[in-house]
């Protein structure tokens, strides 16, 4: 089994910086990606920033100069740098990562989801 934990999560008021930490163990052969996903009340989820390994990051246009993901495949880890928040980043973040099965098949795993609330 893959165990997927996020943490970081919290309150800021808007212009401040968090950062999200993920952290995937258990039976991993290989990772073929890891990124981040974010869920707002009445929405649905959505991507924020993902990194293929050994390949390009991708960001939502609505955080891109703002958000930084970093990653250490031998640590199994991919964090989240968040500047400059606004009250509309507020969602539950959650950290997915896909767990390379074989060459023709990756599975995805997500963590618990992680609470980041921007407010005055």
């Known amino acids: 089994q893959v165990q997927v934990v996020e943490s970081g999560g919290g309150l800021v008021q808007p212009g401040g910086s968090l950062r999200l930490s993920c952290q995937a163990s258990g039976k991993i052969f290989a990772i073929a990606d890891m990124g981040w996903y974010r869920q707002a009340p009445g929405k649905q989820r959505e991507l924020v920033a993902d990194?293929?390994?050994?390949?390009?990051?991708n960001y939502a246009d609505s955080v891109k100069g703002r958000f930084t993901i970093s990653r250490d495949n031998v640590k199994k880890m991919v964090w989240l740098q968040m500047d400059s928040l606004k009250p509309e980043d507020t969602a539950v973040y959650y950290c997915k990562v896909g767990v390379r099965m074989s060459v023709y098949r990756t599975d995805d795993y997500w963590g618990q989801g992680t609470q980041v609330t921007v407010s005055s």
């Open positions: 990194v293929i390994v050994e390949g390009p990051t």
